[in-house]
């Protein structure tokens, strides 16, 4: 860079731009913004684009996004404290899209100039020849990241590898390089194999989660090309996501316990009432397509609010507890469902049960919230009791009105259940087989 410090102090503006443009290097000059403010003719060959598409325009914004974060930091603090950079790698997308790899040399101009201080820079093409020495001092920056980082040619041998990938693999960079991927990570080998053919085709490699050694890593590949376009290696980086996917895990948990808590009633642990009319559907649609009947049976606790009254809230949902433990322990085929209604209403869904089997499942019911024995001192009967209406529907013309037929059972045993507790209470009614016309 010294000699191209002293030709730009000395040599006149017309002269430096003729030799600047018959230079096979780009050359190149940025304002403290970062900014192009000129740029050489050679960078049509390098980049693709002419040299006035790019006065004013960033240089960072030549860039892959993650290259512009990883390299940015590191160009805009050399310009800003007026310091050189030499043989920095990084990489720019060509105006035809393509990913090209670039080796650059750059200082602030001696004595700076009018309106701030310029910054100037010679970038070259990384060809497949020169790879290995044009890296060489990758690890000045590369070190600075705490992420792993390394280069490796197309057979995946380590070109270079920065302190941080030295560390997974418990050796030092001069140790890593040189070596085949093989060696250290014999799944990682196949996935670069896999990558470079990827490469070949002009294919990108998308960013992909990589489990080594107990831990997750965000891999990210990208090739290195020559200047004809031949992938000539690849430039990786490993990411530890390992609490990361650790806190995914803990929020993946967390949420199927908030998606419990919004299916099943907090009271009871029963299927709430939105969930019922789910399954509701789901099952007397399944009547249809099996053509087998279903059977719906509602369910209230006898004289429950003057339970609650007596005995005070708490109390009463104990009761409910107790109660809904019961109704699950008889409720107890793969397909059969109890669900808390409302209040003091419970509801079963029994799948391929005609109205006699529904019945002995009512009376098993009735039976087993009687046997709790749970006193009840404004009850006539002493103790709390169940009242339950029973209504099936049997073979589902497939034509028919589905929501209608829902509707018609669903009113069906609530009627009958109105009927079981006007004949005194802890009693079952059954309206039969409902007929949908």
């Not at 020849?129 to 690890?139: E, K, L, Q």
């Not at 045993?413 to 109105?418: S, T, V």
């Given at each position: 860079?010294?000699?191209?410090?002293?030709?730009?102090?000395?040599?006149?503006?017309?002269?430096i731009?003729?030799?600047?443009?018959?230079?096979?290097?780009?050359?190149?000059?940025?304002?403290?913004?970062?900014?192009?403010?000129?740029?050489?003719?050679?960078?049509?060959?390098?980049?693709?684009?002419?040299?006035?598409?790019?006065?004013?325009?960033?240089?960072?914004?030549?860039?892959?996004?993650?290259?512009?974060v990883?390299?940015?930091?590191?160009?805009?603090?050399?310009?800003?404290?007026?310091?050189?950079?030499?043989?920095?790698?990084?990489?720019?997308?060509?105006?035809?899209?393509?990913?090209?790899?670039?080796?650059?040399?750059a200082?602030?101009?001696?004595?700076?100039?009018?309106?701030?201080?310029?910054?100037?820079?010679?970038?070259?093409?990384?060809?497949?020849?020169?790879?290995?020495?044009?890296?060489?001092?990758?690890?000045?920056?590369?070190?600075?990241?705490?992420?792993?980082?390394?280069?490796?040619?197309?057979?995946?041998?380590?070109?270079?590898?920065?302190?941080?990938?030295?560390?997974?693999?418990?050796?030092?960079?001069?140790?890593?390089?040189?070596?085949?991927?093989?060696?250290?990570?014999?799944d990682?080998?196949?996935?670069?194999?896999?990558?470079?053919?990827?490469?070949?085709?002009?294919d990108?490699?998308?960013?992909?989660?990589?489990?080594?050694?107990?831990?997750s890593?965000?891999?990210?590949v990208?090739?290195?090309?020559?200047?004809?376009?031949?992938?000539?290696?690849?430039?990786?980086?490993?990411?530890?996501?390992?609490?990361?996917?650790?806190?995914?895990?803990?929020?993946?948990?967390?949420?199927?316990?908030?998606?419990?808590?919004?299916?099943?009633?907090?009271?009871?642990?029963?299927?709430?009432?939105?969930?019922?009319?789910?399954?509701?559907?789901?099952?007397?649609?399944?009547?249809?397509?099996?053509?087998?009947?279903?059977?719906?049976?509602?369910?209230?606790?006898?004289?429950?609010?003057?339970?609650?009254?007596?005995?005070?809230?708490?109390?009463?949902?104990?009761?409910?507890?107790?109660?809904?433990?019961?109704?699950?322990?008889?409720?107890?085929?793969?397909?059969?469902?109890?669900?808390?209604?409302?209040?003091?209403?419970?509801?079963?869904?029994?799948?391929s049960?005609?109205?006699?089997?529904?019945?002995?499942?009512?009376?098993?019911?009735?039976?087993?919230?009687?046997?709790?024995?749970i006193?009840?001192?404004?009850?006539?009967?002493?103790?709390?009791?169940?009242?339950?209406?029973?209504?099936?529907?049997?073979?589902?013309?497939?034509?028919?009105?589905?929501?209608?037929?829902?509707?018609?059972?669903?009113?069906?045993?609530?009627?009958?259940?109105?009927?079981?507790?006007?004949?005194?209470?802890?009693?079952?009614?059954?309206?039969?087989?409902?007929?949908?016309?």
């Amino acid at each position: 860079m010294s000699g191209f410090e002293a030709a730009v102090g000395q040599a006149d503006d017309a002269r430096i731009a003729e030799i600047m443009d018959i230079c096979r290097e780009w050359v190149w000059q940025m304002d403290e913004s970062g900014a192009f403010v000129f740029s050489s003719a050679t960078v049509q060959n390098l980049v693709g684009f002419e040299p006035g598409e790019l006065i004013g325009r960033p240089y960072l914004s030549l860039m892959p996004v993650q290259e512009a974060v990883s390299f940015g930091p590191l160009l805009l603090d050399a310009m800003r404290e007026g310091r050189p950079l030499q043989r920095a790698l990084h990489r720019v997308i060509r105006k035809d899209g393509r990913t090209v790899l670039l080796d650059m040399n750059a200082a602030p101009l001696p004595g700076g100039q009018e309106g701030g201080r310029i910054y100037c820079g010679i970038c070259r093409l990384v060809g497949e020849d020169d790879i290995a020495p044009v890296v060489g001092d990758v690890s000045a920056y590369s070190n600075l990241f705490p992420v792993a980082l390394f280069l490796m040619n197309r057979e995946g041998r380590f070109i270079r590898v920065n302190e941080a990938f030295a560390q997974l693999v418990n050796l030092t960079p001069r140790d890593v390089e040189g070596r085949m991927i093989a060696d250290l990570m014999p799944d990682g080998a196949a996935n670069f194999r896999n990558d470079v053919a990827a490469f070949d085709r002009g294919d990108q490699v998308p960013d992909h989660e990589f489990v080594w050694r107990g831990r997750s890593y965000q891999v990210s590949v990208r090739p290195v090309r020559d200047d004809q376009g031949h992938a000539i290696g690849g430039a990786v980086s490993f990411t530890d996501i390992s609490i990361y996917k650790r806190a995914e895990r803990i929020l993946s948990a967390a949420n199927e316990r908030l998606q419990a808590t919004a299916e099943r009633d907090f009271l009871t642990g029963l299927l709430n009432r939105r969930q019922f009319e789910e399954v509701y559907r789901i099952e007397v649609s399944a009547a249809r397509r099996e053509q087998a009947p279903v059977s719906l049976l509602i369910m209230d606790v006898d004289q429950f609010k003057a339970y609650n009254d007596h005995y005070g809230h708490p109390a009463g949902d104990i009761c409910l507890q107790r109660v809904a433990k019961a109704l699950a322990r008889v409720v107890a085929r793969p397909r059969d469902v109890v669900c808390r209604y409302g209040g003091e209403e419970f509801v079963a869904i029994l799948p391929s049960t005609h109205p006699a089997g529904a019945m002995v499942v009512a009376e098993r019911l009735r039976k087993a919230v009687w046997e709790l024995n749970i006193p009840h001192a404004r009850s006539g009967l002493g103790r709390i009791s169940l009242s339950i209406g029973v209504a099936s529907l049997m073979r589902i013309d497939p034509a028919s009105d589905m929501a209608r037929r829902r509707r018609m059972l669903l009113e069906a045993a609530d009627g009958a259940l109105y009927q079981a507790k006007a004949r005194g209470r802890n009693s079952i009614c059954s309206a039969g087989s409902v007929n949908v016309t």
